[in-house]
């Protein structure tokens, strides 16, 4: 994690209208080059980016979002596209007046970041992780066929994660974003945007093989792209120190065209202070985050959010 001694964390609801968008802000008081926003998959949410969140606050604050419909954030009746969904991300940059935030998107996040990118010429880095979705395998069998594909070579604390994400999105509204997602065509819309990228993927992300990344660059106005190896299509999870190492380097204009990163400097340590107190603490906060979901507690959302967090960053706050 990063090297400050504390982590500040606050959940807050952010409205639009009728619409709301839920916002886990961190910071550790380290020196605040760049803010961060980051914005997860479909039928997922800010749980993602557990591990990242906390190491990217070393270099700034962090805005991780739950979009309308996922993570317990109720569906604002509106189509879940990739346009709507940019609204609330821009709304979000504007409230708390970002300046030249660095975007991160996840999966599906990458369609909302590259909408956003469109939109504000102003942004000048970001970073698409494991974008989807290819062209040439844009329906719901075969993407159903590639996530399996990819799962497989994940963890089952991933597995899990997903499952009780999946679970508070709901069917519905999961099979009502998903054909807007298997329809936009971030190949024909990434060079709209204006700003430098950062293009991410694992060794075994089949979701997001590397033939989509080869046309993402060819078509945007200045990309990179890197692979980390022993990495599936939740590399912000699982190969979270990974991908904070290269979205640093992507920002400070340190970073080679094109690489990869073996996993043994990307994944995720052991945690540093692990006990059956922090196991008993993570998992207890984990699950109240997601009851209180469920019942539309979003005051006991916010607490569990921020006890979760807290808890894992004192698991692997450094020895010393």
Known sequence: MADSSSIDVQVETHRRGAVRTRVTRMSTGARADRAFVLIAGIGVAATYFEFLAPLLAGRGEVFALDLPGFGGVPASGEQPTAAFFADQVESVLDHYDLVDPVLLGHSMGTQVVTEVLARRPDLSHAVLVSPVVDEAEA?????????????VRESLHIALLAVSAYLLCGVLYFFEALPHM???RISDRVGAGHARLLLLRGEFDRPSPRRLHSRLVA????ARRWEIEGAAHCVVNSH?????????????????????????EAAVPPATH????????????????????????????ERAKARHARVLWRAYRPKG
């Open 182 to 184: 298997l329809r936009y």
């Open 139 to 151: 329906n719901a069998l075969v993407q159903a066929v590639r996530f399996v594909q990819s799962t």
């Open 274 to 301: 692990a006990d059956i107190s922090m196991v008993l603490g993570a998992v207890a906060s984990r699950l109240a985050e997601w009851i209180s979901a469920a019942r539309k507690d979003e005051n006991g959302v």
């Open 240 to 264: 979270a120190v990974g991908v904070a190492r290269l979205v640093f380097r992507h920002i400070d204009d340190d970073l080679g065209p094109k690489g990869r990163m073996p996993a043994a």
């Open 219 to 222: 078509r945007a106005r200045s």
